[in-house]
């Protein structure tokens, strides 16, 4: 309650009675106090009340303009509230204004130009030295409601000093609009290139402004050290070769650890990774999507799903053709041999000595490719030997990826 003193409707209230003879009963005076007080409480819960609503409101029309991919496996389409074309320009080569605009031809002089205005929405240099490059990421508006984003940097660098004189186009995407991350894995290199020993992919992931928490996973590796982002909300992967757009994936971290899963681009060169839906039935999985051929490879990150066989998009999902694909080995210790059927399921013989542990990974080296590997499943001892598990879920996956470029 407000003390008489500080409320002025009381003061004044006062001053008149003093000044007024009164016949009244003596309690007269305190009810009509008593009153002013209830009447000034009334109207303070009104105005909470009020604003307790309005706020209600802001926060239900804010909310209604935020749409997450999901909470679940597998790259998704997200929504929000900027486009990626009005991200902020950032990084720490922002101020480099002839780079940017370089950068900007670049891509409009390059077989996949843009058909709309472009800008920049990052500059800035990769923290590995051993693996570096200055990257501009660029973007512009796409037919429907997609945007293309495009990856310009300079040669690579062993050095940790990149030449800013020469720039390489290393990848182009579109994803919807509003999407909140976007990013990219390239293992082809050009000649500009300086030679580096790990023959990894090169690569970025960059989150929409004031998001931080970014990865880019793969199954590929179980042991996966946390990635520093520099700056927030972005991150440099240098992943083992092997690991590509083929089977890694843009993870994004939202308040409640709640994570959002993007599709990583491909770079030019690589093989062409698409995204494809499936339906099963019958026994029988079918692929639908642009560009699906006969003899693509359907993939998740986590694992290899098949073969297309057909030009309807049937994907032959056995394990023997799979395992045709190209050189099957374990995965840590590269042990080599072949996938043959036996009459408890698929087994695998190695063809060369080599210590095998149960539950050790299998893989296929897709087309001989070793920068196209894709896990198969599991080794577990049976009674004719190495049976071969395969990757949990891959077959009941409603959604994919297509791999094609042989």
Avoid at 91 to 101: R, S, T, Y
Avoid at 245 to 256: D, H, K
Avoid at 348 to 363: C, H, K, V, W, Y
Wanted: with cysteine; charged share 20%; proline share 5%.
């Amino acid at each position: 309650m407000i003390a008489d003193e500080e409320d002025r409707a009381v003061a004044r209230l006062r001053d008149e009675l003093d000044g007024v003879r009164l016949a009244s009963s003596p309690d007269h005076v305190d009810r009509v106090l008593r009153h002013v007080h209830g009447r000034r409480r009334a109207q303070r819960q009104q105005r909470v009340q009020m604003l307790t609503a309005v706020a209600v409101v802001v926060f239900a029309v804010a909310g209604a303009f935020v749409v997450t991919s999901r909470d679940g496996e597998g790259p998704e389409k997200s929504n929000t509230v900027a486009a990626v074309t009005q991200w902020q320009l950032r990084g720490d080569l922002a101020g480099n204004v002839d780079l940017v605009k370089r950068a900007e031809q670049t891509w409009k002089a390059s077989a996949y130009a843009p058909a709309a205005p472009v800008r920049a929405v990052f500059a800035g240099r990769s923290p590995n030295i051993s693996v570096c490059f200055d990257l501009i990421v660029l973007v512009a508006d796409a037919a429907g409601s997609t945007e293309q984003v495009a990856f310009v940097t300079t040669p690579i660098s062993v050095t940790g000093k990149p030449d800013q004189t020469r720039l390489v186009l290393r990848a182009v995407t579109t994803v919807p609009a509003g999407q909140q991350a976007v990013g990219f894995l390239s293992t082809t290199r050009v000649p500009e290139d300086e030679h580096v020993s790990s023959n990894g992919a090169i690569g970025v992931a960059l989150t929409a402004p004031g998001l931080a928490e970014i990865e880019v996973r793969t199954p590929l590796v179980l042991d996966q050290a946390r990635q520093t982002n520099i700056p927030a909300g972005v991150v440099w992967p240098a992943p083992e070769q092997g690991t590509g757009a083929w089977n890694a994936e843009l993870v994004l971290r939202t308040p409640g650890d709640h994570k959002q899963r993007f599709a990583i681009a491909a770079g030019i060169g690589d093989p062409v990774v698409d995204h494809v839906s499936l339906r099963s039935g019958n026994g029988t999985v079918r692929a639908s999507g642009a560009g699906i051929r006969p003899g693509d490879i359907i993939a998740t990150p986590e694992g290899i799903i098949g073969v297309v066989s057909a030009a309807d998009g049937t994907v032959d999902t056995r394990l023997t053709t799979i395992g045709a694909l190209g050189k099957v080995q374990t995965s840590t210790s590269a042990i080599p041999g072949r996938l043959v059927d036996g009459t408890s399921g698929v087994v695998f013989e190695p063809t060369a000595d080599g210590l095998i542990s149960e539950g050790n990974r299998l893989q296929v080296l897709a087309w001989n490719r070793p920068e196209l590997a894709f896990d198969i499943g599991t080794l577990h001892q049976g009674d004719q030997g190495w049976r071969t598990e395969r990757v949990p879920g891959v077959v009941a996956a409603t959604s994919a990826l297509r791999i094609g470029g042989k």
